[in-house]
């Protein structure tokens, strides 16, 4: 049986409060559910560790931004935007994108129902989960709450944690980092559930960026903990060993250790499952993962020899690969997997955190997993010596490197090194800082003196505003409509800030 808790004793959530999502409020109880290391998927898993020779973990990103281009100027999600203007770019698309929201809770039903052992792991943005209710499209979250709270498809489907408002974290300001995946979690729980919320042990970062400079990267994996995460999904060309080379060829199929340490010689790390390859859908479309495990074999980890296993994330519905060809390429492996195997024997499909808890009951802890550290950092530890470091000597290290060496960034590692999220935006960024610097102006003494304050709807539109403003899209489109959305955002949040 998969491992619950009992929630009569805690409140029902409302997914909306005042009109907006449910984002804060109930950060105690909150955290007394996810602050746990029970095991989720062990107790049900149908795989035997000694049966695996390799296995691969697909994930699917999903994520609309909320924008204020109602009729009126009101908050909306961008699909109903797109719905509502079928003919502005490829808004035809809509009501594909609307069922690729929800076809998972078709597939996996079906596939179990059929005698298959299916495995997915799902990652909706809070602005996407809201959107959806905004749009009265309870036909997707019912799809959703099928295979997320029917005990019987909950060994095959794992949902991944990421940012409320899909905001790039080396770019967020600090203190917002775990403000935002509280955020999500809240909203989560309130769709689905204290126990729903209780499993998600993984998270998925928006465009998987990984901060880099060193006390960001502290931080992010200490508000990860804080917030009960066990592991992170990474880029590869985003991390690097510890003396500076790139992850060896094998280790990439087994999970990591993510080591920080901080301008004040602090550490903290944790689990990482690397994500190969690079960004094209393709990959996860024709279910490339499956047919590289297929080629790979059991490897040493510490004195034990595992399964790899193949990690890899796609958006769940942009482009025509994920719309058209990712039904056909991820349905029929299950079907070949019974076939040469029953699914549960040589190559198999597994689950992040279900991967990492049959390892961990074969007896491998996280000290025998290979070490990394974000990339570039190597370069800062090299001019600072780590056990005497400050903040001014990491500061000065940084800009020494950033005139001296062209190959060295802080502005951290996505899917993509085609693409900033910093450089260009200014008029996005200082506006975005500057109304995050308001709240906690405002709202971090008064929370200190009375953490209910929380739940007064002025600190609940003041956060949403503030969080909007930080979603990656107003700065991934380029100029035009979609920075003037986020300034309209940061004049609101001001607005709600000062009144």
């Known amino acids: ?227 009960g995460y066990q592991w992170l999904m990474v880029q590869e ?19 990591n250790r993510l080591v920080a340490r901080n301008s004040k010689g602090e550490t903290i790390s944790i689990t990482a499952l690397i994500k190969t390859q690079g960004s094209d859908t ?38 025509g690969v994920m719309m058209n060809e990712f039904p056909r390429g991820f349905n029929p492996v299950w079907s070949e997997l019974k076939d040469h195997g029953r699914g549960v024997e040589g190559v198999v499909g597994l689950n992040g955190t279900e991967y990492l808890e049959l390892l961990a009951a074969a007896g491998v802890t996280p000290e025998d997993y290979p070490v990394c550290q974000a990339v570039h950092q190597h370069k800062i530890w090299q001019r600072v010596d780590p056990d005497h470091a400050t903040s001014d000597a990491v500061e000065q290290a940084i800009q020494d490197l950033k005139s001296n060496d062209h190959q060295f960034s802080m502005d951290g590692a996505s899917w993509t090194n085609d693409l900033s999220w910093v450089q260009g935006y200014e008029n996005v960024l200082g506006p975005m800082n500057q109304l995050s610097a308001l709240f906690h102006q405002k709202y971090d003494r008064l929370v200190q003196e009375d953490p209910l304050i929380t739940r007064s709807a002025d600190y609940q539109e003041a956060l949403l505003y503030v969080m909007l403003v930080e979603t990656s899209c107003f700065r991934y489109w380029g100029q035009g409509t979609w920075t003037d959305y986020a300034r309209e955002l940061y004049s609101r949040g001001e607005a709600a800030l000062k009144r």
Not at 96 to 107: D, I, L, Q, S, T
């Open 1 to 227: 049986m998969i491992a619950s808790v009992s929630s009569s004793n805690r409140p029902t959530l409302s997914d909306t409060r005042s009109g907006l999502p449910n984002i804060c409020g109930w950060e105690a109880d909150i955290s007394s559910v996810v602050q746990h290391n029970d095991p989720v998927f062990l107790p049900d898993t149908t795989i035997r560790l000694e049966d695996v020779t390799a296995a691969f973990a697909c994930a699917l990103h999903m994520h609309q931004p909320t924008i204020p281009a109602g009729a009126h100027g009101e908050l909306i999600c961008n699909l109903q935007h797109m719905f509502e203007h079928p003919h502005d770019g490829d808004n035809h698309n809509a009501g594909v994108f609307a069922w690729c929201y929800g076809r998972m809770g078709e597939f996996i039903p079906n596939l179990v129902n059929d005698g298959y052992n299916p495995r997915i792991m799902l990652d909706y943005s809070g602005n996407l989960l809201w959107g959806l209710r905004q749009m009265g499209r309870d036909d997707v979250l019912d799809h959703l709450k099928k295979i997320t709270c029917d005990r019987h498809y909950q060994p095959y489907v794992e949902w991944l944690g990421t940012m409320w408002s899909h905001a790039v974290v080396p770019s967020t300001p600090i203190p917002d980092i775990k403000l935002q995946i509280q955020a999500w979690q809240h909203y989560f729980a309130s769709l689905f559930g204290y126990d729903a919320l209780r499993r998600v042990k993984g998270f998925s970062p928006p465009e998987m960026h990984l901060p880099n400079h060193p006390d960001t990267l502290y931080e992010y994996i200490k508000a990860l903990k804080d917030c």
């Open 237 to 255: 060309h985003s991390v690097e060993r510890l003396d500076g080379s790139g992850v060896w060829h094998d280790d990439k199929y087994l999970p």
């Open 282 to 319: 393709k990959l996860v479309a024709q279910m490339q993962p499956y047919h590289e495990a297929k080629g790979r074999g059991r490897q040493q980890l510490g004195d034990r020899s595992v399964p790899c296993c193949v990690t890899q994330i796609a958006d769940g519905e942009n482009g």
